[in-house]
């Protein structure tokens, strides 16, 4: 008999739950996780708001690059340009990569070396030599000073310069005169035969909108 008592006792300290304490710790199990979800919703939301101006920096990088800003800056008030202008036709011409194109243009401007050549004679260059091309400082200068004298040269008429900065002042003077003597004025999609000039053309205007848009800070648009 005292055996077995030890037994009778642990039994009797082993009571099932009753109803209302099965309950109750099913409210409070119910709590802890409702308040662990809340926590997780949270860092996900601060999380969000923390790196998502570095993801959309990042995906506007890779989507309309920019670099070199404070060049095009310079270069657009020396030459009296508008530096969206200059960022546009450098995204349409390298996406700001420094390359060689397959008909020996080069550099983020893609200047050809007998245009690199013809400018630095026009504008006092005696140093230049080829290779400084591939500097971004020397390569965007020659740009630009072809794009501020091809918009002398058609009097101000964007869609002629750019025209002409993609297939060249002859053939766009050709290209004019033609429409000119039939009393036509000058429009890209009926006067330009080129498929390729079409399109840069209105690349160019295009990307050189989203570039204000985008980037009026970087480009001193807001000055």
Known sequence: MSAQAPARTRAAGSRRPTKA???????????RVGLVALAVVACCVLLAVV???????????????LRHEDIIRQQAADKGLDPS???????????????TSHAGAK????????TADYIARKSGGTKFVQG???????????????LRYLLEHYHGNELLALAAYNAGEGKVDE????????????DVASHIPFPETRSYVGSVLEVRGRYR????KELGLDQ
Do not use: C, H
């Not at 304490?21 to 709590?31: A, D, E, N, T």
């Not at 790196?51 to 690059?65: H, N």
């Not at 202008?85 to 390359?99: C, H, K, N, P, T």
């Not at 400084?132 to 072809?146: E, K, R, V």
């Open 51 to 65: 790196v998502r101006p570095f993801a959309d920096k990042a995906v506007q990088e890779i989507s309309l690059p």
């Open 21 to 31: 304490q099965r309950r109750r710790r099913r409210q409070i199990l119910r709590r």
């Open 107 to 114: 550099g983020l401007m893609q200047i050809m070396p007998s």
């Open 175 to 186: 290209w004019y005169r033609e429409a000119s003597a039939r009393g036509e004025d000058f």
């Open 213 to 216: 848009q985008e980037y009026r």
């Open 132 to 146: 400084d091309l591939a500097t971004p400082q020397i390569n965007i200068a020659y740009g630009s000073w072809y």
């Open 85 to 99: 202008l200059i960022a546009g036709v450098i995204y349409v011409e390298s996406r700001f990569r420094d390359q």
